[in-house]
DNA sequence: TATTGTTATACTCTATAACTATA
DNA sequence: TATAGTTATAGAGTATAACAATA
């Protein structure tokens, strides 16, 4: 029975995510949309933050990352690219692929966003006590680990090569 | 400085979030798109949970809920309703607005959608200890109170009374 | 006159299929 | 032949503006 348990305590926690975490992601959104308009869509947002993180990363990299297909993130990388916040440049060693960069512009952009962002959630979360904050990021470190993407979906410009195998 | 350490640490707590829930949303998300397609796109699921949970639910106050327009809520609707997953019928006390439910059917795939997500989360969450388990619990019950939405947003079907002045 | 909701139109995002270019 | 990416086309979602119906 310990593992029945185990396993009705995991299902608890994840109904509590999954009452929690949509509530806060429209919260987030819906607030930076108030403040922005249609400045940088939230699929716009993730592309800039994969691609600041993976600097060089080619579309089927960012694409895998965005959960979507290759015309999907083809089509968003155009209009970043339209707006001068993504610089998207042919591979030398292999000209059928394309390496994604942050332009000046697109960083200051996703940096701007993310800070607004992170600075209107912690308004949300000044009044917790020390205490409750703590239990917030020790959650939040829990959680990271586990849904982090496995060898981060192979290296950001290299083919795929059977990572889910 | 205590001031100064309380916003600064609200603020690291910020940045893990922006960090996490968006990783594990996009997870959830892809997830559910793998095994069922279009059958059920994130805002349709998310305005069959706010109807379910507001039963003769107004389009406005749907709309509200969803942090969209409402030409955005009532075509949302259209293909609700088109698809027998939700019910829409004017209100007979004031014949401007529509009352909102759910059929049966639309009931019967909010239920299944919402377990399979909950119980393919919980696959996640399964090798975690006890104390690590509660912890979450504890971040996930203290997120939630911190961002409920005031007051409900008003009544389900009542009119809009300057909920945000 | 104010409010609820719909329709008209345009743009973004995504999907599938067909295509080009490179390896 | 296989892979990386684009283009073509279609559909969902959202926004603004104009409109209809009701209060």
Known sequence: MSELNLEAAACACAAEIMGTLP????????????????ELSAPQFHALRVIEKHEG???SFLAR???SG?????????GLVDRSLVA????????RRVLLS??????AMLEAFHQEAV?????????LTDEEQHAILRAMSILRR???????MGCPGAPQQGATA
């Open 23 to 38: 509530l806060i992601m429209r919260t987030i959104g819906a607030e930076m949309h108030r403040r922005h308009g249609t």
């Open 57 to 59: 990363a080619s579309l």
């Open 65 to 67: 990352h965005l959960a």
């Open 70 to 78: 290759l015309p999907s993130a083809s089509k968003l990388v155009d």
């Open 88 to 95: 998207r440049v042919t591979a030398p060693a292999d000209r």
């Open 102 to 107: 942050l332009t000046p512009p697109g960083r």
């Open 119 to 127: 600075t209107y959630l912690s308004t949300h979360l000044e009044s």
């Open 146 to 152: 586990r849904f982090a993407l496995n060898g981060d």
